[in-house]
């Protein structure tokens, strides 16, 4: 092979490398049977764990007005679901507001492009109706879809991802036929990166090829120079 095709392979392994993208990493934690945050024990073990990671982001408890950085499509803001915890609750602490959703879905848009997501759902029957999602486009434009954890009998769940250095401009939450509130919204763009501050990290598979071509190149610059 020669030196100018040596260096092609490499380009293709660089582009490669650039446009590899890594499943997200999700924060899942579910809870049966609530009627407060309290009660909510693996849910706030997950959006610690979440925070831990993410860092300083967003947040939106409702209880005024949205950021001028967000838009959410579909649900209504409101500190009464109409058929109590069952329907969903506020979590936020000294709070009363929420946004209930009655079935459908809730879309959130971002003037900022974001990696980082997630947020306390309460109200779900997911022994009841069909599998609850977050859907979103990574930055590779391919469709990622997170499964809601297990909640039943008005059950709280926190559901938070980070695609690290992914530019994601929406995130949709599919509540399907269920009554359910959200609150405490986390979005930004995530802290501590192992790569370094929201960049796109190749796969260890990429960079073992990126070593087999610059080695196969030197092989061929000493062949050529004996």
């Known amino acids: 092979m020669s030196i100018a095709s040596k260096f092609a392979?490499?380009?293709?392994?660089?582009?490669?490398?650039?446009?590899?993208?890594?499943?997200?990493?999700?924060?899942?934690?579910g809870d049966n049977n609530v009627s407060s945050l309290a009660q909510m024990v693996n849910s706030t073990a997950a959006a610690a764990a979440f925070l831990s990671v993410a860092g300083?982001?967003?947040?939106?408890?409702?209880?005024?007005?949205?950021?001028?950085?967000?838009t959410i499509t579909g649900g209504v803001t409101t500190n009464n679901s109409g058929c109590g915890?069952?329907?969903?609750?506020?979590?936020?602490?000294g709070g009363q507001y929420f946004r209930s959703l009655v079935g459908g879905s809730a879309t959130f848009s971002f003037v900022n492009p974001v990696d980082a997501f997630g947020f306390y759902v309460t109200?779900?029957?997911?022994?009841?109706?069909?599998?609850?999602?977050?859907?979103?486009?990574?930055?590779?434009?391919v469709t990622q879809?997170?499964?809601?954890?297990?909640?039943?009998?008005?059950?709280?769940?926190?559901?938070?991802?980070?695609?690290?250095?992914?530019?994601?401009?929406?995130v949709t939450f599919n509540a399907t036929n269920d009554i359910v509130a959200f609150d405490d919204l986390r979005f930004g763009r995530s802290e501590n990166n192992p790569g370094g501050?929201?960049?796109?990290?190749?796969?260890?598979?990429?960079?073992?090829?990126?070593?087999?071509?610059?080695?196969?190149?030197?092989?061929?610059?000493?062949?050529?120079?004996?």
């Open 197 to 226: 501050p929201n960049t796109d990290v190749p796969e260890p598979a990429t960079l073992a090829l990126f070593g087999l071509a610059f080695a196969g190149l030197a092989s061929t610059r000493r062949r050529k120079s004996s």
């Open 123 to 141: 109200g779900l029957q997911t022994n009841l109706v069909s599998q609850q999602t977050i859907v979103y486009v990574d930055g590779s434009s």
């Open 85 to 93: 915890a069952l329907c969903g609750f506020n979590t936020t602490a």
């Open 145 to 170: 879809t997170i499964n809601v954890p297990s909640a039943t009998d008005g059950g709280g769940a926190f559901i938070g991802f980070i695609d690290y250095g992914n530019l994601i401009a929406s």
């Open 9 to 29: 392979v490499v380009a293709i392994l660089s582009g490669a490398g650039v446009a590899a993208q890594a499943a997200p990493v999700t924060y899942l934690g």
């Open 56 to 70: 300083n982001l967003n947040t939106v408890d409702f209880e005024s007005a949205l950021p001028a950085n967000l």
